[in-house]
């Protein structure tokens, strides 16, 4: 047996050929990642690299970072191995991460979705011997409906609150969730947006990612003028200062965990919209049959469940702990 | 059910009270009778009998959703309902229907008595036809729970509104002891005879916590003060010849207390008496000794022998079958103590006493001694209110003890259901005896949601082991636990059992080792057992 390709290290997931980590969670020289998000992509590391989409929005939240770019399918070899991106449907930019040593082959698949959204670099199969799988929502009760189902209910609320003179507020984590939500919103009333999300908007629409029209709500902008308006913020400003400014608002979150009764009302919002970047189950089963992989790491999310299941599915199944997500419900997570 | 259930929906979506109203008087507006009649009774805690046992339900979902049990078992606490875990795991329908609230919940009380195949091969055919949020309804209505948080005085507002009566006379029609098998939409709602069923109660006046200091009342004059005592609130209603006996939350309990069987040997006829049923010997026992009266349907002799049971009387709502609740409390109090002045020394029905006192001051010492009586504190009630309904500021005020505390150290946690689902919310705490720690009390509330949430990052990172949904943690938090009394329990590795225990206060002051002992709990046992 030869040494496995990647092992599994308390600064993260480590290739000893290519002598690189993956997300790593601690200092290290050299780091690829999957993308940006913050339990993935932290500050601190001599080198990064990461797609050619992934990296605008790094550099954004990680400043002055000593970085390359890969494109989507670009084999490149580091050590004695070779590695290459593939999109992960996640989030703009965001890859899994596929090593071969050997003839062996493991794929990272940081987090993933397997429905295209119309939106993102779609999701794609890779096939591999070894797989490590997030899990975030690795439980049958999270089944996802059409998108198409969703935005039409998003589209709908918005209407209504219009209707009823309300200001739609509309909570979703600032990169990723917030640019798929615009992508899905019909041309019904002004959009407006809290600074964190706007910041990743623009460097976006710099890509080339197609958005619509949105207005950053500055201080001097007079949001008494923007009838029937959305407004676009991280779920943790609405229930803060800044959001008093809104009139008579109607407040609502999208997220995968929205699937769940008791978390919908301990939110607190008026609505809850069942949206999510992440596979649900259907998704991850069908992601991980595609690989054609015998072993399976599940990671990030209900784990020890997960691999119980894809052991009695024939499975060479195990948990790996990581410190991406916190066990639960962290606004990166959603 | 299309309706009920976008009526369900959006109560379930706001949290404000208005909106709460409004989609339920629409509802009551729009709908069916027959359904108005069984929503009714759904958010009045009328419920039907549960159509098959939650274990059947639970293998049958899993079965269906081709999950393994214990799959479906390891969601179930995460999802923290089991009607909304079996709506989530289901494949999506394959028909649609629209049949309404009533024809479910008929075809749920033929099914009682069917055999299980039958049953569950209906179960399965309804699954196949309602959406996601159709069959959590449903299948809280299979499971016999329905607790939604829509509260009876909601209802009953949304219920006037929509059939423009008086809020207090519909509150008197929805009392009793009816059914939708025993009535129609029309006679208990819309029809003028309030009295029609004998065995109705009165809503229930309930009373707040006092907010100020006593004195600000007004003059000691104008205020009666009575015990609170420790038992269960009730109303003993005498009226064509027979008895019955409601308890605040509106359970119909007179066969569970025989002793009231002779009250109308020596108690008029047309009498409604308000107060509290206590296990009673001379003087008023422990709460836990009324305890299984409460639990028990059947009453065996020694029960009866060993828990006897009265009704301390501190009110009367009807006399010669005249509802006298507008009249002033101490005219009421007058016909209370006349009415029962010659009841037999034995009689289940005595006067609760009216406490005297000249000054604030003195009644605050009475209040002091309260524990040794087994009395809660003190009532506080104006000498010239009426009997109003609901619970009111104003007229009425408890005036409750400071419960008692002791600083305990967090042992186990478990996440909590419903709203609290995925928090750690259910604790257990113990105290010191010697160098260990000797588990004495479950406590769920007190805490705020940010709390909560604090604690439940401190609990996934701070697990020393599992127990199924229990965790064993790290003894490293002390938390001030506040009740309302103690009592001795051979049941409990502790030898007690607190009344009412809630954290009063997360004490991030205290280490570990100044928490309390057992022996400090065994000196209030002394004290206050």
Known sequence: MTDPVLTFTDRGIYCPAGDFYIDPWRPVDRALITHGHADHARPGHGRYLATHAALPVMRHRLGDITAEGIAYGETRQIGGANVSFHPAGHLPGSAQIRIEVDGYVWVASGDYKTTDDGFCEPYEPVRCHSFITECTFGLPVFTWEPQAKVAEEINAWWQTCVAEGKTALLGAYSLGKAQRLLSLLDPIGPILTHGAVEATNEILRTQGYALPETIHVTPDLDVKAQKGALVLAPPSALGSQWARRFRNPSTSFASGWMRIRGIRRRRGMDRGFVLSDHADWPGLQEAIKATGAETVYATHGYTEIFSKWLKEEGYDAHVLQTEFGDDGQSEEAV | ?529
């Open chain 2, 1 to 529: 059910m299309k309706r009920f259930t976008r009526l369900f929906t959006t109560l379930d979506q706001t949290t404000k009270t208005t909106l709460k109203t409004k989609a339920l008087a629409e509802y009551f507006i729009t709908a069916p009778d027959e359904d108005k009649l069984w929503c009714i009774a759904l958010f009045s805690g009328r419920r039907p009998k549960r159509a098959i046992n939650a274990t059947e339900l639970r293998n049958l979902a899993a079965e269906q959703a081709r999950i393994p049990l214990w799959l479906f078992e390891e969601s179930y606490p995460i999802v923290g309902d089991l009607a909304e875990t079996i709506s989530l795991v289901l494949p999506p329908p394959t028909r649609d229907s629209d049949l309404p609230l009533s024809r479910w919940i008929e075809q749920l009380r033929a099914m009682t008595g069917l055999p299980l195949d039958e049953r569950k091969a209906q179960i399965l055919d309804a699954w196949d036809q309602l959406d996601t949020a159709e069959r959590f309804v449903f299948t809280k209505l299979v499971t016999g729970g329905f607790r939604i948080g829509i509260s009876r005085k909601l209802m009953t507002r949304a219920l006037a509104q929509a059939t423009d009566q008086d809020e207090a006379a519909l509150a008197l029609k929805l009392m009793g002891n009816w059914t939708p098998e025993t009535t129609s939409y029309h006679d208990l709602i819309e029809k003028d005879d309030p009295r029609a069923d004998g065995s109705r109660p009165y809503p229930f006046y309930l009373a707040y916590q006092l907010e100020s200091e006593a004195k600000n009342l007004g003059p000691p004059a104008d205020w009666q003060a009575e015990w609170k005592w420790d038992g269960i609130r009730g109303q003993l209603i005498l009226r064509d010849g027979e008895h019955h006996l409601w308890s605040r939350g509106e359970e119909l309990l007179t066969d569970r207390f025989p002793e009231f069987e002779r009250a109308p040997d020596f108690l008029p006829d047309g009498t409604v008496f308000d107060g509290e049923l206590l296990a009673w010997d001379d003087g008023p026992l422990p709460f836990a000794t009324l305890q299984p009266r409460i639990t028990r349907k059947t009453v065996s002799k020694k029960l009866l022998r060993d828990a006897p049971v009265s009704l301390l009387a501190y009110d009367l709502l009807e006399i010669g079958g005249d509802d006298i609740r507008h009249l002033p409390l101490k005219e009421r109090r007058q016909c209370l103590e006349t009415m029962l002045e010659n009841a037999p020394p034995d009689s289940p029905v005595r006067l609760s006493p009216k406490l005297d006192f000249e000054s604030w001051d003195a009644l605050a010492d009475t209040r002091a001694t309260a524990r040794t009586h087994r009395a809660e504190g003190l009532m506080l009630k104006r000498c010239d209110a009426p009997y109003l309904a609901g619970r009111k500021k104003g007229d009425w005020w408890k005036w409750k003890l400071d419960p008692l505390t002791v600083d305990a150290v967090m042992i186990y946690a478990q996440q909590g259901h419903g709203r609290r689902a995925n928090l750690f919310t259910d604790f257990t705490f113990a105290v010191w005896n010697g160098n260990e720690l000797t588990p004495f009390t479950k406590a769920y509330s007190g805490l705020s949601d940010s709390e909560f949430e604090e604690i439940t990052r401190w609990v996934r990172r701070n697990t020393l082991q599992r127990f199924g949904p229990v965790r064993q943690v790290k003894p490293e938090h002390v938390f001030e636990i506040a009740f309302e009394g103690i009592q001795e329990s051979p049941r409990h590795k502790s030898g007690i059992a607190l009344r009412f225990p809630r954290m009063s206060r997360w004490r991030r002051d205290k280490p570990v080792n100044e928490a309390n002992s057992l022996n400090d709990l065994k000196s209030l046992l002394k004290l206050y057992g």
